[in-house]
């Protein structure tokens, strides 16, 4: 199996309890960073990591601008930002126009991803309603990394998990307690 070096994971509607689900079965000593790209309410800029954190066994932080990137870490976009995985293994955020009507890109974090960690990076699209995450887990295929998408079967809204399976051919098509196990086989 590939020496991963850091997951991301895309999600909309519909993926907030799927997200919980996956950060509460994480064992305690996941060693990964962890990047949450999910889209939220612009103006609500609190309560989100708090109540991702109840259930987490790993730290959540709405990283800040230039923030170094830490292993065993979740680091959640903020809301109304576009968040990036630069090279240099820090995470820069911007305020550039929505891409699919969005902020943060679920494709822009993607994308950065991918440059940044190649084949090491294991990428995750969730339930959501618009295609936001579908190119950019494709570019994260194309340059060597493995993706898994959300089976649209269980999947609360499958527009994004059904778009992500149009652009990538993956075996990974998994549930929610299949995402947990291979994490934690990682």
């Known amino acids: 199996m ?50 991702l954190s109840l259930k987490s066994k790993i730290k959540i932080v709405e990283p800040l601008d230039k923030d170094i990137i830490k292993n065993g870490v979740a680091y959640l976009a903020p809301a109304n930002y576009h968040m990036y995985i630069n090279y240099a293994r820090q995470i820069s955020l911007s305020t550039e126009p929505s891409v699919n009507h969005s902020r943060p890109s679920i494709d822009l974090s993607f994308y950065s991803a991918a440059d940044s960690y190649r084949n090491k990076i294991l990428g995750i699209i969730l339930s959501g309603a618009n295609k936001d995450g579908a190119k950019g887990i494709k570019r994260l295929v194309d340059l060597g990394g493995t993706a898994i998408v959300q089976d649209p079967n269980e999947a609360q809204i499958t527009t994004m998990p059904k778009s992500a399976l149009e652009l990538i051919n993956t075996n990974y098509i998994y549930n929610t307690e299949q995402i947990i196990k291979f994490l934690n086989n990682l």
Do not use: M, W
């Not at 309890?17 to 103006?43: A, M, W, Y």
């Open 2 to 51: 590939t020496n991963y070096k850091a997951v991301i994971i895309g999600g909309s509607a519909g993926s907030f309890q799927v997200v919980t689900k996956i950060l509460s079965g994480l064992d305690e000593n996941f060693k990964l960073p962890v990047f949450l790209c999910l889209h939220r309410l612009k103006h609500v800029r609190s309560g989100f990591v708090e109540a």
